[in-house]
């Protein structure tokens, strides 16, 4: 039996008052995923905002940059200073957003590297626990 070349995946799970919904995607080489969880039990809303790799200025640069747009808060600079975030933004074009209630990831990662692909979830697990805790 041949492995699918490309497909797509979507799946919803509950997890300490989170909802993940998952969407994995993958071609020939890639695979790119998106979680976007939603906290129920949130008090106010997340500010919106957005860190994204700045391609050009770290190849500049040689060292990891990052864009940074949005408001400012609590969890914005959780976010910029947890380990979790910067292993999460070695993906491939990697986004993490607040938005609403949401907290959404979304970065590639080599078809064949099963190791990044548990690391994600596990290390988002992490981001969210620490989101929970403040």
Request: glycine fraction near 0%.
């Given at each position: 039996m041949k492995p699918l070349l490309k497909g797509e995946v979507c799946f919803s799970e509950n997890y300490n008052n989170w909802i993940l919904n998952v969407m994995v995607k993958w071609g020939k080489r890639r695979l790119r995923i998106k979680i976007n969880s939603r906290k129920m039990n949130l008090k106010n809303d997340f500010l919106s905002c957005s860190i994204t790799k700045a391609q050009?200025?770290?190849?500049?640069s040689r060292s990891e940059t990052y864009n940074f747009k949005g408001n400012k808060s609590v969890y914005s600079e959780?976010?910029?200073?947890?380990?979790e975030t910067q292993f999460l933004m070695d993906s491939k074009n990697p986004t993490i957003k607040l938005d609403k209630r949401s907290l959404i990831f979304e970065g590639g990662i080599k078809k064949k590297d099963f190791k990044s692909l548990s690391n994600v979830f596990i290390l988002f697990e992490t981001l969210m626990n620490e989101i929970d805790s403040v």
């Open positions: 050009f200025l770290t190849f500049l959780l976010l910029l200073e947890t380990v």
